[in-house]
């Protein structure tokens, strides 16, 4: 598989999901590194949609521990339950946040993020990584947003 995608420069969330999403396929579904693939995604989405930041944590014990990311240096690690991060961890759900500045306990990894979505990723029906893209605007993500990001990454296999 050639290492390239035709990342959408145009379209809506769904167009440019659905024009991203066989690329992507064909990209990681013979690679069975996750960091390779969780690098590969978290690219092609920073550059299709301009993310402020994009990336993923592993859960590693009790904590999240960084992982492939695109954008500024970020916080190592995150507490079970704690930021958006941890708490989408313990709920086992997607958080959409309009304003970081009203989520209790949010953690500033940088002072520029407004707004998040963070998006849990399952093995054998546990959490095994969080998925989170952080936005400069205040509310920048909507459900549908959600929807589509969500079938982005469950390309992964864990
Ligand atoms: N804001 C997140 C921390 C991770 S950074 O945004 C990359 C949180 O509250 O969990």
């Known amino acids: 598989m050639a290492e ?3 990342i959408p420069a145009e379209g809506s969330v769904k167009e440019k ?3 991203l999403i066989p690329q992507l396929k064909a990209l990681t579904e013979d690679e069975p590194d996750l960091i390779a693939n969780m690098g ?3 690219s092609a989405l920073k550059e299709a949609f301009d993310f402020f930041w994009v990336g993923f944590y592993r859960v590693d014990g009790e904590q999240l521990v960084l992982g492939p990311f695109q954008g ?3 916080c190592t690690r995150i507490s079970y339950g704690r930021g958006v991060c941890g708490t989408a961890w313990k709920q086992g759900k997607t958080l959409v946040v309009p304003d970081v500045d009203q ?3 949010h953690i500033a990894c940088s002072s520029r ?3 998040e979505i963070v998006i849990p990723l399952f093995r054998e029906g546990k959490v095994c990584a969080v998925f989170d893209v952080d936005s400069d ?3 920048r993500f909507s459900e549908t947003d959600a929807f589509y ?3 982005v990454v469950s390309l992964l296999k864990f």
């Open 40 to 42: 590969n995604i978290a």
């Open 137 to 139: 605007e205040l509310d």
């Open 72 to 74: 500024p240096v970020a």
């Open 103 to 105: 989520f209790p306990g």
């Open 4 to 6: 390239n995608v035709s």
């Open 113 to 115: 993020s407004r707004s």
């Open 17 to 19: 999901v659905e024009l």
């Open 149 to 151: 990001l969500e079938k």
